[in-house]
């Protein structure tokens, strides 16, 4: 087999293969990606021996806010493998050059969101994303300031709604024009006023909000109002809320262990090992000396595997509740605490 990134040749395959292995996508949709989203240096496609493509990979790269700063960011899309071809190992092989690639192009954590949740927590992905969904009923109200797919402060309302929160996506320009167009695609409407946004849409015979974001609640509430007075009634997708319905979404993973390291640690002093089977540079023990990491021998003081230290460093895990669980050994009371995460409308 052979794993390069995608030449303009390869890019009819890889469509080829997105169609055949998710047919429940639109041909609009998958013309919308590859014309968008898709570049043939952040792709990787598989060929048997014979030159066959067997298996494609989507690797955009993002910036995201994580624990204060800024980091970049790489989100695996349309991983599949056509079904002929599967049970050769052939995702096991793209997963290691995909992790391996990403580390040398400084990328410091992965997310996805997978069609099966138990699929890629053997590379170390976890479920660090979780939405609460909220159904609301009623007549509502129709509000004047309420337009229909109106343009709006789209990124300041998103980021004003997003300080608080860990794990976003910084989005572009063009990333707004991405998923304004994307939505546009299922017929979507896009309710706006100068301070508040929501994307709706019919999945089904239900009217679903996936995001809405409002400067205020004032907002807020006109925003709902307005919204059941035209459905009638509407689940709400929101960050985790742990009074709400809560939904697993999206998985992450560490790439850089040692960057990583450098942020979390910041006033503290502890050691760790981690155990990473894919990124070689990740599999040891560290010294965290108030952001500057070292290299060191023997264990750490708590010891883990990537999958652990991807939990904890998301906050998505009670430490003391991840270590009854069995989840590590050692002591690392003080060096993790909890967030809420949020990360949505991802094109996959």
């Not at 290299?295 to 270590?323: H, S």
């Amino acid at each position: 087999m052979n794993i390069n990134f995608c030449t303009d040749s390869d890019k009819d395959f890889a469509k080829k293969i997105w169609r055949e292995c998710f047919p429940r996508d639109s041909a609009a949709f998958i013309d919308f990606y590859f014309d968008n989203v898709h570049s043939g240096n952040n792709s990787l496609i598989l060929k048997d021996n014979n030159g066959t493509p067997c298996s494609y990979m989507g690797m955009p790269q993002y910036e995201m806010r994580f624990c204060g700063h800024q980091v970049k960011t790489v989100y695996l899309s349309g991983i599949s493998t056509l079904s002929e071809h599967r049970g050769k190992g052939y995702m096991t092989a793209m997963m290691s050059q995909a992790l391996e690639t990403m580390y040398q192009r400084g990328v410091l954590i992965s997310v996805l969101i997978p069609a099966d949740a138990g699929l890629y927590t053997r590379y170390g992905y976890a479920y660090c994303y979780f939405h609460s969904h909220q159904n609301l009923s009623g007549d509502g109200k129709e509000n004047d300031a309420v337009r229909v797919n109106g343009d709006t402060d789209f990124d300041g309302i998103y980021e004003s709604c997003m300080s608080g929160l860990n794990g976003c996506i910084k989005r572009t320009p063009r990333d707004w024009y991405n998923i304004i167009n994307e939505h546009k695609l299922v017929e979507g409407k896009i309710y706006t006023t100068d301070n508040a946004y929501a994307f709706a849409g019919i999945y089904g015979d239900r009217t679903v909000v996936k995001e809405m974001c409002c400067v205020n609640e004032e907002e807020r509430q006109k925003m709902i109002s307005h919204i059941l007075y035209h459905h009638k009634s509407a689940r709400f997708v929101l960050p985790l809320d742990k009074t709400l319905n809560i939904k697993p979404f999206a998985q992450a993973r560490i790439i850089n262990a040692m960057e990583i390291l450098k942020i979390i640690s910041k006033g503290k002093r502890f050691t760790i090992t981690i155990c990473d089977g894919y990124i070689e540079q990740n599999n040891r023990t560290f010294r965290a000396d108030n952001q500057i990491i070292t290299e060191c021998d023997g264990e750490g003081q708590a010891c883990m595997d990537i999958y652990t230290f991807t939990l904890l460093c998301f906050g998505a895990v009670n430490p003391q509740k991840a270590r009854l669980c069995g989840l590590f050994e050692g002591d690392i009371d003080g060096i993790f605490e909890e967030r809420t995460n949020y990360i949505n409308l991802m094109l996959n």
